[in-house]
């Protein structure tokens, strides 16, 4: 644990008598041991996805060894939204939702194919990557990813936790999208990323 | 006649119980007798009629298929009670015309029966709606429409359901229909970004309508400003 660091530099014996003691730290150290450890996921479960994030979340891979056995399903009490799952059009402004519905801080997981890039649906209805819609910090990779995937995530995300420092006032603001469009990035880049590649750049397009 | 009672025929008459029937032909296997009824009832109107499969496949002229439909559902020697889907096809042969499916069954006799009426392209694809025989052919009529364009008459309520009201791009299923949508991905992000997903409700969902003095203040005066779900 971060806190058992060794007694004869940092843990100082104020009063051996009366057998008290004190800790010192960096605060950044302690405020983000204490988020990494206990960080509330909202599930955003709209596939396959899901079912691997529940058994991810059951006993057998047993989330609460990382803090998270607790799901917020309010988003205003959640850490961390872990997208599990395509996320079609109709859903895209319901995830933007709860995610501008969720305090800081706030982190995001976008599990799987489908959530990261669009997947196989390279099509009419599925939004290519939720990062078109939210900020996203971690990508799980997998069709759909295995426990121990979404855990190493997990744990990437515990580490990028862990990195943030206090000082760097930039991290937590919120990103406020273009009221126009309500899009955060520019259509160019979106465009960009919606490219079709691998073999759906072999499918035509109909004329019209 | 009890509404639930089964009427015991062919293997099930000499007390055996259903069995799923193997090695079925492709084709020649025979016909479902609603077929052969519905031919001696209205003729010319069956234009033909194919097993495939062992499922028999009736093609009725467009005119006539609510007609047909309903004959069907009343008749005490049929009593297809129970209407499992309304889709559409559309072939990739320019000429051939786009088919609207019933699928119905019959629960007392224990048969399965496809309909299918053909609507010429280049004329206005309607058809009339069953929504009076069956009451489960609202949605399914409502998804025909959204995915296909096809316009069920005497429907009370047809509107988009898979996707949303303001949709712009077209019917997706058809095969004039780009496989990626017809506009580019920014764009359409941002038409559905406008979507407001709190407006549940708009004026067009009719028992809302027929609701609107009770509903909440706040509803009312956001309903009567035009909420809608999306731009």
Redesign the interface.
């Given at each position: 644990m971060g806190l058992s660091v060794p007694s004869d530099h940092q843990v100082v014996s104020y009063a051996p008598e009366a057998q008290e003691g004190w800790v010192a730290t960096r605060l950044d150290f302690l405020v983000n041991w204490a988020r990494a450890n206990s960080l509330w996921p909202m599930p955003f479960g709209t596939a396959c996805c899901a079912i691997e994030f529940m058994a991810t979340a059951a006993s057998d891979f047993d989330l609460a060894r990382f803090g998270m056995e607790r799901m917020s399903f309010s988003p205003r009490q959640a850490d961390v939204l872990i997208c599990a799952g395509r996320v079609p059009?109709?859903l895209?402004?319901?995830i933007?939702?709860i995610w501008q519905q969720m305090p800081q801080p706030k982190w995001a997981i976008s599990m799987g194919a489908c959530a990261s890039t669009g997947g196989m649906f390279?099509?009419?209805?599925v939004?290519?990557g939720i990062d078109?819609?939210i900020p996203v910090d971690v990508y799980v990779p997998g069709c759909p990813p295995r426990p121990e995937g979404l855990i190493y995530g997990i744990r990437m995300l515990q580490e990028k936790v862990k990195n943030e420092r206090a000082a760097d006032k930039g991290t937590r603001d919120e990103m406020e999208?273009d009221p126009s469009?309500?899009?955060y990035i520019p259509?160019?880049v979106?465009?960009e990323?919606?490219e079709?590649f691998g073999n759906s750049v072999n499918?035509t397009?109909?004329g019209? | 006649m009890s509404r639930f009672e089964v009427v015991s025929t062919g293997d099930s008459a000499s007390g055996s119980q259903p069995s799923t029937p193997t090695a079925i032909p492709h084709r020649g296997a025979p016909a479902n007798p609603s077929a052969q009824a519905l031919q001696q009832k209205f003729g010319p109107v069956i234009t033909r009629v194919e097993v495939i499969w062992a499922e028999t496949v009736v093609y009725v002229q467009r005119a006539s298929a609510h007609a047909i439909i309903q004959w069907l559902h009343d008749d005490p020697a049929q009593r297809y009670n129970f209407l499992s889907d309304v889709t559409a096809v559309e072939y990739r042969d320019p000429g051939v015309p786009i088919e609207v499916v019933w699928h119905l069954r019959s629960l007392p006799f224990r048969r399965f029966l496809r309909v299918k009426a053909e609507l010429e392209k280049g004329q206005p694809l309607e058809i009339d709606s069953v929504y009076d025989i069956y009451r489960s052919a609202d949605w399914l009529e409502r998804e025909c429409y959204d995915m296909f364009g096809i316009r069920f008459r005497g429907h009370p309520d047809l509107r988009r359901i898979l996707m949303w009201e303001q949709y712009k791009e077209g019917y997706p299923l058809r095969k004039d229909f780009p496989l990626r949508g017809r506009f580019s991905r920014s764009e359409q992000l941002r038409q559905a970004l406008a979507q407001n997903p709190e407006a549940r409700y708009s004026m067009e969902e009719l028992s809302i309508a027929d609701a609107y003095a009770e509903l909440p203040e706040d509803m009312r005066e956001r309903l009567s400003k035009g909420e809608r779900t999306g731009e």
């Amino acid at each position: 644990m971060g806190l058992s660091v060794p007694s004869d530099h940092q843990v100082v014996s104020y009063a051996p008598e009366a057998q008290e003691g004190w800790v010192a730290t960096r605060l950044d150290f302690l405020v983000n041991w204490a988020r990494a450890n206990s960080l509330w996921p909202m599930p955003f479960g709209t596939a396959c996805c899901a079912i691997e994030f529940m058994a991810t979340a059951a006993s057998d891979f047993d989330l609460a060894r990382f803090g998270m056995e607790r799901m917020s399903f309010s988003p205003r009490q959640a850490d961390v939204l872990i997208c599990a799952g395509r996320v079609p059009f109709k859903l895209a402004p319901i995830i933007r939702r709860i995610w501008q519905q969720m305090p800081q801080p706030k982190w995001a997981i976008s599990m799987g194919a489908c959530a990261s890039t669009g997947g196989m649906f390279d099509n009419y209805a599925v939004v290519q990557g939720i990062d078109t819609i939210i900020p996203v910090d971690v990508y799980v990779p997998g069709c759909p990813p295995r426990p121990e995937g979404l855990i190493y995530g997990i744990r990437m995300l515990q580490e990028k936790v862990k990195n943030e420092r206090a000082a760097d006032k930039g991290t937590r603001d919120e990103m406020e999208p273009d009221p126009s469009s309500q899009l955060y990035i520019p259509p160019s880049v979106i465009d960009e990323l919606g490219e079709p590649f691998g073999n759906s750049v072999n499918q035509t397009r109909s004329g019209l | 006649m009890s509404r639930f009672e089964v009427v015991s025929t062919g293997d099930s008459a000499s007390g055996s119980q259903p069995s799923t029937p193997t090695a079925i032909p492709h084709r020649g296997a025979p016909a479902n007798p609603s077929a052969q009824a519905l031919q001696q009832k209205f003729g010319p109107v069956i234009t033909r009629v194919e097993v495939i499969w062992a499922e028999t496949v009736v093609y009725v002229q467009r005119a006539s298929a609510h007609a047909i439909i309903q004959w069907l559902h009343d008749d005490p020697a049929q009593r297809y009670n129970f209407l499992s889907d309304v889709t559409a096809v559309e072939y990739r042969d320019p000429g051939v015309p786009i088919e609207v499916v019933w699928h119905l069954r019959s629960l007392p006799f224990r048969r399965f029966l496809r309909v299918k009426a053909e609507l010429e392209k280049g004329q206005p694809l309607e058809i009339d709606s069953v929504y009076d025989i069956y009451r489960s052919a609202d949605w399914l009529e409502r998804e025909c429409y959204d995915m296909f364009g096809i316009r069920f008459r005497g429907h009370p309520d047809l509107r988009r359901i898979l996707m949303w009201e303001q949709y712009k791009e077209g019917y997706p299923l058809r095969k004039d229909f780009p496989l990626r949508g017809r506009f580019s991905r920014s764009e359409q992000l941002r038409q559905a970004l406008a979507q407001n997903p709190e407006a549940r409700y708009s004026m067009e969902e009719l028992s809302i309508a027929d609701a609107y003095a009770e509903l909440p203040e706040d509803m009312r005066e956001r309903l009567s400003k035009g909420e809608r779900t999306g731009e």
